[in-house]
């Protein structure tokens, strides 16, 4: 280890406080979700490993997992993809003791109707924004890379996705900058006078700087955490997690957070002077905008970006020069620390999804990895692989073999 | 076009109606009694004749100006902007408003081709000339009723002596003026603050 714990000074640098308990998945029913037809099962308490061959529908069966935490594909599938070839309408269910007892939360969509409901305890949510969050679970997928090398799109919508879970008003603060943002570069593309477009510019920075506020307060709080967990499956390497909101940070505060940093420049900036920042930034922009008929600055341009040591002692940007390992690293670590938020707003374990994680890394960063899972965590898991592993988590998790869209134990 | 084809037809041009609800109603007025009937069509043949926008408050009526412009006790100093004419009945089921109103006809909405000059406001500068008190700008608490209250707010607020203030967010997010309570609106107006 090239530094010590003590470099550290937030608590999610030494890894997780153990949590007092953890959100257990009990009953799991589905019907003509994906390859499955209908399915049912009981999940042990501990959690499970799924062997199955590609195509067998492993990530599916985690895919409709999921799907009851945020009411979307994690694949970034639409609705109608969901279900069976032939069908009209897909069903998910599952009973879940979470730290609002046990519940059971339901989602179906019907293709016909274009129509989607959310029940919980058998009765219908009008709000989505009311259920969502309500299951607890964090996924690790291998696509997870794609967050680190892909589109700057991805980004937001990690962070989009994770701070609609763990931050009240977030759904809505988007959904409105969204609605506003659209009409602003409408009145853009049409020449709308200046006094039209400040009107649009008055809602845009008011929820606009309720977006930014959140995501620069979550990477802040995280960024040792990440930088921990990175550097612990890299084995040595440095992580650094920074935001980047395209109107660059309120004066006088880096909102990039290194631990250093941090520490230095104190909290984050408050929203007001997210908003006097954004305000000043679209003031800054006024020409380029109108000759681009589009809102050139704001959250919906905002990038997170994953820096590290690579080869040597200087810290560089992992999407352009991380190899394929650095950036699954970067990418575990992002959801370790993913993990630890919502541990923090459940007040306990969340479930682990982990679908197929260990395939793509090598035996070092594998077994890193593996210990961090065990290490203060006692999350039920449940492990996809295409073969049976020497992994073992939890003291050995049951076995069982998914073939067809059918399980057997 | 059969005669009863005509009529879902029309029946279904209506908003929130879909082609099976234009169906059922039509075949609900065949079966009704042909008096009553006859019944709603003159009544939509009345409207259509007599009912226009009032040429001070742009709300609509069958007199001009309309009866709260003509009402004597009504506080003429202050007003109330909304944004259609259906959002006075609201504030009046409220009953903690004796000013006037002014209709703007809609609200801006890029996305739907709705600016400045496809709103009420021209006419609205002028009544301020004389002797208005206070503006209450309350247009909805939506995204774009939020835009159009800050464009007018700032189209105002030079004017000498005119206070310019705006519902309280009592309102449900995103919720009309016309599906609020009274209650909610009697609060609403309450609370309202300068902008
Ligand atoms: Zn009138």
């Avoid at chain 2, 004389?130 to 608490?141: F, Q, Y």
Wanted: charged share 30%; proline share 4%; hydrophobic share 40%.
């Amino acid at each position: 280890m090239p530094h010590s714990a003590s470099a550290h000074p937030s608590p999610q640098a030494s890894g997780p406080e153990p949590a007092t308990g953890a959100v257990r998945l009990g009953r799991i029913r589905l019907r003509d979700f994906r390859n499955f037809e209908r399915l049912e099962c009981e999940l042990p308490a501990e959690g499970v490993m799924i062997l199955g061959s590609n195509g067998a529908g492993k990530t599916n069966l985690l895919e409709a997992v999921y799907y009851l935490e945020v009411f979307r594909s994690f694949r970034g599938a639409s609705d109608r993809e969901l279900v069976r070839f032939g069908q009209e309408v897909f069903r998910v269910e599952a009973t879940v003791e979470g730290p609002r007892g046990e519940r059971t939360i339901a989602a179906a969509y019907s293709a016909a109707e274009r129509r989607k409901q959310v029940e919980v305890d058998r009765r219908e949510v009008s709000r989505l924004s009311d259920a969502i969050g309500g299951l607890g679970a964090v996924v690790f997928s291998l696509e997870d890379v794609e967050i680190v090398r892909g589109s700057p799109s991805g980004r937001r919508r990690f962070m989009d996705i994770l701070l609609s879970l763990v931050e009240p008003g977030y759904v809505d603060a988007l959904g409105k900058y969204r609605s506003v943002l659209s009409q602003r570069n409408e009145a853009l593309k049409g020449g709308a006078d200046r006094a039209q477009l400040e009107a649009w510019s008055a809602g845009l920075i008011e929820v606009g700087a309720r977006v930014m506020e959140a995501r620069a307060r979550w990477v802040a709080g995280r960024a040792a955490a990440f930088d921990h967990y990175h550097s612990r499956i890299a084995g040595g390497a440095r992580g650094v997690l920074g935001y980047r909101p395209s109107l660059g940070a309120p004066a006088g505060r880096a909102a990039a957070a290194s631990d250093d940093e941090a520490s230095a420049e104190g909290r984050p900036p408050s929203r007001a002077a997210w908003a006097e920042a954004f305000r000043a930034a679209l003031e800054r922009t006024r020409e380029r905008e109108r000759r681009r008929g589009v809102t050139v600055v704001g959250p919906h341009r905002d990038e997170l970006a994953f820096t590290a040591q690579v080869g040597g002692e200087e810290e560089r940007d992992l999407r352009t020069y991380g190899s394929g390992g650095q950036q699954r690293t970067a990418a575990l670590a992002l959801r370790l620390a993913e993990a630890d938020t919502l541990r923090e707003r459940l007040g306990r374990e969340p479930v682990y999804l982990l679908d197929d994680v260990f395939a793509e890394l090598d035996r070092e960063r594998s077994g890193r990895l593996l210990q961090l899972l065990e290490e203060g965590r006692s999350g039920q898991v449940v492990l996809t692989s295409p073969k049976p592993s020497e992994v073992r988590l939890r003291g050995g998790l049951d076995v069982w073999r998914l073939r067809d869209g059918r399980l057997e134990s | 076009m059969s005669a009863i084809e005509d009529l879902i037809t029309e029946l279904g041009r209506l908003p929130g109606v879909g082609r099976k609800t234009a169906q059922r109603l039509a075949y609900h007025l065949l079966k009704t009694p042909p008096g009553e009937a006859r019944q709603l069509s003159r009544a939509i043949d009345r409207v259509v004749d007599e009912v226009h926008a009032c040429s001070t408050c742009g709300n609509l009526s069958d007199s001009d100006p309309c009866e709260f412009c003509s009402d004597a006790r009504r506080d003429g100093a202050v007003l109330c902007v909304v944004e259609e004419a259906s959002d006075i009945t609201a504030v009046e089921k409220s009953g903690h408003f004796d000013g006037v109103y002014h209709v703007l006809g809609g609200r801006l909405s890029p996305l739907d081709g709705m600016g400045p000059d496809d709103l009420n406001i021209t006419a609205l500068l002028t009544r301020l000339r004389g002797g208005v008190r206070e503006v209450i700008l309350a247009t909805n608490p939506s995204v774009e009723g939020e835009a159009t209250a800050t464009y007018l707010h700032r189209l105002l607020r030079d004017l000498e002596g005119v206070r310019i203030t705006r519902l309280a967010r009592g309102l449900p997010v995103g919720g009309d003026l016309e599906y609020a309570d009274g209650v909610t609106i009697a609060e609403a107006f309450t609370g309202r603050r300068d902008m």
